[in-house]
Nanobody, 121 residues
Framework: QLQLVESGGGLVQPGGSLRLSCAAS????????IGWFRQAPGKEREGVSC????????NYADSVKGRFTISRDNAKNTVYLQMNSLKPEDTAVYYC??????????????WGQGTQVTVSS
């Protein structure tokens, strides 16, 4: 069974950092582009970042550029989202998603269950 599992969320103060992980089971991520998305209460889901299957290409939403970094370790079958200088407006449920394609895409086939990130003092 193909599954993505996010972890690493939690409560952090403004200016703090978290690292989210997206681990795959039932398939290898080597040939998959991975995206990170988030959804805050009462808001639509938005794309945060994505990484190509090779890891050579990454994209970021303007709201997180310079603060978030996406990376992948195919040997561990895991993709990471390092989040620094967190702001209250980063509070949301964060999801990872996968599609068997080389480049970042707007459409994904497999989704994780999400991990809550709360930025508050």
């Amino acid at each position: 069974q193909l599954q993505l599992v996010e972890s690493g969320g939690g409560l952090v103060q403004p200016g703090g950092s978290l690292r989210l992980s997206c681990a795959a089971s039932g398939f290898t991520l080597d040939y998959y582009a991975i995206g990170w998305f988030r959804q805050a209460p009462g808001k639509e889901r938005e794309g945060v970042s994505c990484i190509s299957s090779s890891g050579r290409t990454t994209n970021y939403a303007d709201s997180v550029k310079g603060r978030f970094t996406i990376s992948r370790d195919n040997a561990k079958n895991t993709v990471y989202l390092q989040m620094n200088s967190l702001k209250p407006e980063d509070t949301a449920v964060y999801y990872c998603a996968a599609r068997k394609t080389v480049l970042c895409t707007y459409n994904y086939d497999y989704w994780g269950q999400g991990t809550q990130v709360t930025v508050s003092s």
